[in-house]
């Protein structure tokens, strides 16, 4: 109703109406400082005359503005006045529009907060598009859990906006105080737990700890070393029994092992020095029996005839391989004695060591009709052993020959490179596959393949041969070409023995 008809069923009615509008954080902007009009629930009956004729209209109403009975009864009736630190935990509002005309929430001074808006957000949904509101709201001076709702007049159009609330604060605090008493439970248990778990895990890791020591002891060859058996836990105790016995038992092997290795350390010597002896003995034996059945092959001591030449080359080429082998057992022993001993001298390569070993094969080379070409330079030189340089040559000129194809081609060449001298000896053959070239350098290990023509040998050769050039701190190796194969060596020219 405007001020105009509240004027005419009296000025006091005016007045009670007339609210003057407090600033509000977060409400909507509005023109003007005061409200006039106000907010009444009315009633109206029609008045009919003696003939049933309608005569008049009898009305009456209640004014909302500053009329505080409807929101209190609410309060005591559904929120029981309680109060929570002096504040009331329920509070019920009647707004004219957005302004507050019936209230119980009080300001800070404790004023009922008449004149405060509500906020443009709950403006636009419940007065502006008639929906409710029930959510978290801050109210004037605290926070309450809420609901609006609009308040509608005889036509249906939104006039106002019935509000009930309930105080946060004490929710809050119950929140508060159940998750500081369930953090104190949950402390108060971790704190236990923790002391607990440091008195059990220091009644197993005092063993454990002893266990990784002992480990690290045995480790360290300390074999025997034993750790305490009882340790309170059958578990710990089990393990620190099968340690101990299996401490024990590596002492045992140990002390067998030793025992044993000190055998084989005086059947190793005692093997070495018959081989080197028997070797030695062989190699002046074989020499003198060559030289005769040579001499009686070429007629020296009379004629013979061409089978018993026959059978005489046979047994002379025999006694050839039989030296070569004595020679490669007794370089063997050398070498397994640590007796391979460097004395250098200034070595010409080709003049001196590889000229002399190509003499050596030049009957066999003849036998199988190979084209030799020696590509080594003459003008190099280097400081090593020459008799140990020779044997490594006629190793790798012999295999060549050996493994070579009849008629084949045999190239020897060089290079210098950087201080050192790099050597090939090719020759046409079956080239070795990759698998093949981790057994060429072994003791004792020889390739042959079904179907090949087998060729006699120890297997020593590019064994003794590799260790002569390491002596001389080089290197040695193979690689395999398309009708052959080449082994190639680089020694420095003024190495030292490694």
């Given at each position: 109703m405007?001020?105009?008809e509240?004027?005419?069923?009296?000025?006091?009615l005016?007045?009670?109406?007339?609210?003057?509008l407090?600033?509000?954080?977060?409400?909507?902007?509005?023109?003007?400082?005061?409200?006039?009009?106000?907010?009444?629930?009315?009633?109206?009956?029609?008045?009919?005359?003696?003939?049933?004729?309608?005569?008049?209209?009898?009305h009456?109403?209640?004014?909302?503005?500053?009329?505080?009975?409807?929101?209190?009864?609410?309060?005591?009736?559904?929120?029981?006045?309680i109060?929570?630190?002096?504040?009331d935990?329920?509070?019920a509002?009647?707004?004219q529009?957005?302004?507050?005309?019936?209230?119980?929430?009080?300001t800070?001074?404790?004023?009922?907060?008449?004149?405060?808006?509500v906020?443009?957000?709950?403006?636009?949904?419940?007065?502006t598009?008639?929906?409710?509101?029930?959510?978290?709201?801050?109210?004037?001076?605290?926070?309450?859990?809420?609901?609006?709702?609009?308040?509608?007049?005889?036509?249906?159009?939104?006039?106002?906006?019935?509000?009930?609330?309930?105080l946060?604060?004490?929710?809050?605090?119950?929140?508060?105080?159940?998750?500081?008493?369930?953090?104190?439970?949950?402390?108060?248990a971790?704190?236990?737990s923790?002391?607990?778990?440091?008195?059990?895990?220091?009644?197993?890791?005092?063993?454990?700890?002893?266990?990784?020591?002992?480990?690290?002891?045995?480790s360290?060859?300390?074999?025997?070393?034993?750790?305490r058996?009882e340790?309170?836990?059958?578990?710990?105790?089990?393990?620190?029994?099968?340690?101990?016995?299996?401490?024990?038992?590596?002492?045992?092997?140990?002390?067998?092992?030793?025992?044993?290795?000190?055998?084989?350390?005086?059947?190793?010597?005692?093997?070495?020095?018959?081989v080197?002896?028997v070797?030695?003995e062989?190699?002046?034996?074989?020499?003198?029996?060559?030289?005769?059945?040579?001499?009686?092959?070429?007629?020296?001591?009379?004629?013979?005839?061409?089978?018993?030449?026959?059978?005489?080359?046979?047994?002379?080429?025999?006694l050839h391989?039989?030296?070569?082998?004595?020679?490669k057992?007794?370089d063997?022993?050398?070498?397994?004695?640590?007796?391979?001993?460097?004395?250098?001298?200034?070595?010409?390569?080709?003049?001196?060591?590889?000229?002399?070993?190509?003499e050596?094969?030049?009957?066999?080379?003849?036998?199988?009709?190979m084209?030799v070409?020696?590509?080594?330079?003459?003008?190099?030189?280097?400081?090593?052993?020459?008799?140990?340089?020779?044997?490594?040559?006629?190793?790798?000129?012999?295999?060549?020959?050996?493994y070579?194809l009849?008629g084949?081609?045999?190239?020897?060449?060089?290079e210098?490179?950087?201080?050192?001298?790099?050597?090939?000896?090719?020759?046409?053959?079956?080239?070795?596959?990759?698998?093949?070239?981790?057994k060429?350098?072994?003791?004792?290990?020889?390739?042959?393949?079904?179907?090949e023509?087998?060729?006699?040998?120890?297997?020593?050769?590019?064994?003794?041969?590799?260790?002569?050039?390491?002596?001389?701190?080089?290197?040695?190796?193979?690689?395999?070409r398309?009708?052959?194969?080449?082994?190639?060596?680089?020694?420095?020219?003024?190495?030292?023995?490694?």
């Amino acid at each position: 109703m405007s001020s105009e008809e509240l004027a005419k069923e009296g000025n006091d009615l005016a007045e009670q109406a007339r609210i003057k509008l407090i600033p509000t954080t977060k409400a909507k902007q509005r023109t003007g400082v005061e409200e006039a009009s106000g907010m009444m629930i009315r009633a109206g009956a029609p008045v009919f005359g003696y003939d049933g004729g309608l005569i008049g209209v009898l009305h009456g109403g209640i004014l909302l503005n500053r009329n505080y009975t409807i929101v209190d009864k609410i309060k005591e009736t559904v929120y029981e006045g309680i109060q929570y630190k002096g504040i009331d935990t329920g509070t019920a509002t009647i707004f004219q529009g957005d302004l507050r005309i019936s209230t119980n929430v009080r300001t800070k001074e404790g004023k009922r907060a008449i004149g405060t808006r509500v906020s443009e957000e709950v403006y636009e949904r419940v007065l502006t598009g008639g929906m409710q509101w029930v959510d978290r709201a801050f109210v004037v001076t605290n926070w309450f859990k809420t609901a609006y709702e609009p308040i509608k007049d005889i036509n249906g159009e939104i006039v106002g906006i019935l509000y009930v609330g309930i105080l946060e604060q004490p929710f809050v605090d119950m929140s508060r105080n159940i998750f500081l008493f369930f953090l104190a439970i949950v402390s108060i248990a971790a704190f236990l737990s923790g002391f607990f778990a440091l008195l059990l895990a220091r009644v197993i890791s005092r063993p454990v700890l002893e266990m990784v020591k002992a480990t690290g002891r045995l480790s360290d060859g300390e074999l025997g070393y034993e750790v305490r058996k009882e340790t309170g836990t059958i578990e710990l105790d089990t393990l620190a029994k099968s340690f101990n016995n299996m401490s024990t038992q590596l002492r045992q092997r140990e002390d067998s092992l030793k025992a044993l290795n000190e055998r084989l350390t005086v059947l190793n010597k005692t093997y070495l020095d018959l081989v080197g002896f028997v070797s030695h003995e062989l190699k002046g034996i074989v020499a003198t029996t060559i030289m005769n059945a040579a001499a009686v092959r070429d007629g020296l001591f009379g004629r013979i005839n061409p089978q018993q030449k026959r059978s005489l080359e046979a047994v002379t080429k025999s006694l050839h391989y039989f030296r070569e082998t004595v020679k490669k057992f007794l370089d063997l022993s050398r070498i397994e004695k640590g007796e391979l001993e460097i004395n250098r001298t200034a070595v010409r390569i080709c003049e001196d060591v590889f000229e002399p070993c190509l003499e050596t094969f030049a009957s066999e080379i003849a036998e199988k009709r190979m084209d030799v070409t020696n590509n080594i330079a003459a003008a190099i030189t280097v400081q090593g052993d020459l008799d140990l340089l020779r044997i490594a040559a006629n190793n790798l000129v012999g295999n060549a020959v050996k493994y070579g194809l009849d008629g084949g081609k045999v190239t020897l060449s060089s290079e210098a490179i950087a201080g050192k001298v790099r050597i090939e000896i090719y020759n046409d053959s079956r080239p070795i596959r990759e698998d093949e070239k981790a057994k060429l350098f072994k003791k004792f290990s020889r390739l042959q393949n079904p179907g090949e023509k087998i060729v006699k040998g120890t297997g020593l050769g590019l064994f003794v041969t590799k260790e002569i050039i390491v002596k001389h701190g080089g290197n040695i190796w193979v690689e395999p070409r398309e009708n052959g194969n080449c082994f190639i060596f680089e020694i420095e020219k003024n190495s030292k023995t490694p």
